[in-house]
């Protein structure tokens, strides 16, 4: 069975601090991998990637995905309040089929 | 360029009614997928269209179906619906396969 996992499920950290999330896969017809961010709303999209060993990287944000042992990292650097959210873990299978982790919910205390 | 657009935002609904949800996808995406987001299941996909077909289809009973238009619109229906398909369903646009999708609002349905 095709499945996400991502780790941790919650997270509580202070401002300032680094985080990393991460995502394991065992997806039959990987394509790609995307990092969405969840708030109130819809995800918005984060990082799509699909080569191994290649840092993607947005301001405080980055990641990198690992397609020989099937796991990606985000990372995030000087953590705001802002950044509190759930980041969801995506993989792209086959033809156009995502399929989800259960998300990690990260919160920012002041 | 306007992102994706979904209606309604929100709907009720009572138990054993259809409805129909509403998706129009970000100009020049031809692909859109359907997703249901509940608290316990997490975001689950429904099923996929390009180009008026259907490419993919989720694990979900043949009550959930959907159509694409010729301009890439696209709706899903639920029929005889049940308490447990209260969620928000989400619809995301890509341009083509394997791109990155953007997701729309959502719509929250709640069935009573």
């Known amino acids: 069975e095709d499945k996400v996992v991502q780790s941790p499920l919650s997270l509580v950290v202070h401002e300032g601090d680094t985080v990393t999330l991460n995502c394991s896969y065992e997806?039959?017809?990987?394509?790609?991998l995307l990092w969405y961010k969840q708030e109130k709303k819809a995800p918005t999209f984060l990082f799509m990637l699909?080569?191994?060993?290649i840092e993607k990287k947005s301001g405080r944000l980055s990641s990198i995905l690992d397609k020989k042992e099937l796991f990606s990292i985000l990372n995030i650097t000087a953590t705001q309040t802002g950044d509190s959210a759930v980041y969801l873990c995506?993989?792209?299978?086959?033809?156009?089929?995502?399929?989800f982790g259960q998300g990690t919910r990260l919160t920012i205390n002041p | 360029k306007a992102g994706v657009t979904q209606t309604p935002r929100y709907l009720i609904k009572t138990r054993g009614q259809q409805v129909t949800l509403s998706c129009s996808p970000i100009?020049?995406?031809?692909?859109v997928s359907w997703y249901q987001q509940t608290p316990g299941q997490g975001l689950q996909f429904l099923f996929e269209?390009?180009?008026?077909?259907?490419?993919n289809k989720g694990n979900f009973p043949g009550r959930f179906s959907g159509r694409q238009f010729s301009n890439s619109r696209s709706e899903m229906n639920v029929s005889t619906l049940e308490l447990g398909d209260s969620a928000l369903y989400l619809c995301?646009?890509?341009?083509?396969?394997?791109?990155?999708?953007?997701f729309g609002p959502g719509t929250r349905l709640l069935v009573l």
């Open positions: 100009s020049g995406h031809r692909s």
């Open positions: 995301a646009s890509s341009l083509d396969t394997r791109e990155t999708q953007y």
């Open positions: 997806v039959t017809n990987f394509r790609s």
């Open positions: 995506a993989v792209i299978q086959g033809a156009q089929k995502l399929v």
């Open positions: 269209y390009f180009s008026e077909t259907q490419r």
């Open positions: 699909t080569s191994s060993g």
